[in-house]
């Protein structure tokens, strides 16, 4: 993989000035609140659980949205969010309403208040999740169609876990399925070619927005614990051996190198 084009600017970047020092600190509370949840999620059942899906998934989106305001400005975050909640909602609608591109699949009421047949947490799920993503593949690769490819890849693969989770929980369901991946039963294999698809739609937008080096200490430590966590809990928690392999080979295949370039070259 190729060095990325670095693009440094400065807060003078944004209008409104820096934000205030401060703020660089509660996105570290906001990621601890998000990993003791999620903790907590897999320990619990029942209502607690769905009470539990939403906190941690508004706690994860708080996380991104506030670092990403600390460290990269308004007008950046503005942007950003615009981008990811847009995209996750309206891909999100037309698939409960044409079955294009996830195939024939419905939303439980467990997740809360909807909007066209879309839970509200849905398109937050997609930007908290977006943001660790897009800046993980802009340090390993410039701007262009590989940082399109290898982000969208690199969400997608995160649905090997996520759907297998959820499904499970009966927070949405397929009403018919036909092609699935081995040892994933109940998932179409669409639904997975659809993430493909949509990611990479969705990082090749985001990568639009400028580059800015910054202190990016939450996203890695969020990005980590999402990879991790999941291997660990399929695993573990879930006897679910097959997603275990299947999201630890595709997430693994740009995490693994992502952890290297930012061990061996911390610094933009």
């Known amino acids: 993989m190729g060095m990325s084009v670095r693009v440094y600017t400065g807060p003078h970047s944004d209008r409104g000035g820096p934000p205030s020092a401060w703020l660089v600190y509660v996105p570290w509370g906001l990621a601890a609140v998000t990993i003791i949840g999620q903790i907590a999620w897999i320990l619990t059942t029942g209502e607690s659980r769905a009470i539990l899906t939403s906190i941690t998934v508004v706690g994860f989106f708080l996380t991104s949205t506030t670092h990403a305001f600390a460290t990269r400005g308004l007008a950046w975050t503005s942007g950003f969010l615009g981008i990811s909640l847009t995209l996750g909602w309206g891909i999100e609608a037309l698939g409960v309403a044409t079955q294009f591109p996830f195939g024939d699949y419905a939303y439980s009421d467990a997740l809360g208040p909807a909007l066209l047949g879309v839970p509200l947490v849905i398109p937050m799920a997609w930007a908290m999740m977006a943001y660790p993503c897009l800046l993980a593949t802009q340090r390993m690769v410039g701007q262009g169609l590989a940082a399109a490819l290898i982000g969208g890849f690199l969400f997608a693969s995160w649905d090997l876990f996520l759907d297998p989770q959820m499904v499970g929980e009966g927070y949405w369901l397929w009403n018919t399925v036909n092609w699935t991946l081995p040892g994933i039963d109940g998932i179409p294999l669409q639904n997975f070619l659809g993430w493909l698809l949509t990611a990479c739609v969705l990082m090749y937008l985001l990568d639009r927005l400028p580059r800015k080096a910054a202190k990016d200490g939450v996203p890695t430590l969020m990005l980590s614990w ?15 051996p097959a997603v275990a392999l299947w999201g630890g080979l595709c997430m693994g295949a740009v995490i693994i190198p992502w952890w290297w370039r930012a061990w061996s070259q911390p610094q933009w």
């Open 226 to 240: 999402v990879y991790s966590s999941n291997v660990f809990a399929a695993l573990v928690f879930f006897g679910e």
